[in-house]
């Protein structure tokens, strides 16, 4: 459903419904109440934000009540510092399991006497290593 009008009690600014004006009333346009707290309001949607979900998270989205429309909004804001650590060292877990594959393929090739070049290991394994790395802050090997 479309919603163009949002029905609000005028003391509180509370929001009782929300409709699709083209739907709801007849003329298309909404009635006035005469001697009744209410009024209707367009209602409008703010464009969806572009961000870097990498150093920022949208938050829920905010219904605000003015004088002359309703809006919907959807705010964005930057993680903090912990959060940052905290999906840093998230996606740093995620890789573990890759690496203890690896490590095994590692200590049999040890094991079995082959000898280890670079070319050993898959191109894949290097990259998910790589990526582990810069996500400490270290080079790629």
């Known amino acids: 459903m479309i919603i163009?009008?949002?029905?609000?009690?005028?003391?509180?600014?509370?929001?009782?419904?929300?409709?699709d004006g083209a739907?709801?009333?007849?003329?298309?346009v909404p009635p006035i109440f005469n001697g009744k707290p209410l009024r209707w309001l367009p209602y409008?949607?703010?464009d969806e934000p572009i961000f870097d979900a990498d150093t920022?998270?949208?938050e829920r989205s905010v219904e605000t009540v003015g004088e002359s429309e309703v809006t919907l909004s959807h705010p964005v804001r930057a993680l903090t510092q912990a959060e940052l650590t905290s999906r840093r060292q998230g996606?740093?877990?995620?890789?573990?399991?890759?690496?203890?594959?690896?490590?095994?393929?590692?200590?049999?090739?040890?094991?079995?006497?082959e000898p280890l070049t670079r070319d050993t290991f898959p191109a894949q394994a290097w990259e998910k290593?790589?990526?582990?790395?810069?996500?400490?802050?270290?080079?790629?090997?």
Do not use: C, P, S
């Open 56 to 58: 920022h998270i949208k």
């Open 4 to 19: 163009t009008h949002a029905l609000v009690a005028d003391v509180t600014d509370e929001i009782l419904e929300r409709v």
């Open 23 to 28: 739907k709801e009333f007849r003329t298309g």
């Open 129 to 141: 290593i790589n990526k582990r790395r810069r996500l400490r802050g270290q080079a790629d090997v």
């Open 91 to 113: 996606k740093i877990r995620g890789l573990d399991n890759t690496l203890v594959r690896i490590v095994e393929d590692l200590m049999v090739a040890v094991a079995t006497g």
């Open 44 to 46: 409008t949607m703010d």
